[in-house]
């Protein structure tokens, strides 16, 4: 296992979601969508933000699962893993 450390939330992120974004274009080439579980939580916001802003990424080809559960939750909430879309 490769551990790395940042100093800031937002290389983190940028970094988790290069990585991501290597495995999901990975799976659509392979087997033509992909499957994924996310967090929303806040301490996400920079790797959602970097992930969704990824060029090349076929959206329609990605099932995309949400981790947390915000029952009632506006989608305009912070939180709503539905702003970064």
């Not at 099932?63 to 893993?81: Q, R, V």
Request: proline share 2%.
């Amino acid at each position: 296992m490769i551990i790395k450390v940042f100093s800031e939330k937002l290389t983190s992120g940028k970094a988790a979601a290069a990585q991501a974004a290597e495995t999901i274009l990975r799976a659509i080439r392979n087997s033509g969508k992909a499957r994924t579980v996310t967090a929303g939580a806040a301490s996400q916001f920079e790797f959602l933000d970097a992930l969704t802003s990824t060029q090349g990424l076929d959206w329609n080809r990605v099932e995309l699962f949400h981790l947390d559960e915000y029952i009632g939750l506006p989608m305009t909430h912070p939180a709503s893993f539905c702003r970064f879309l």
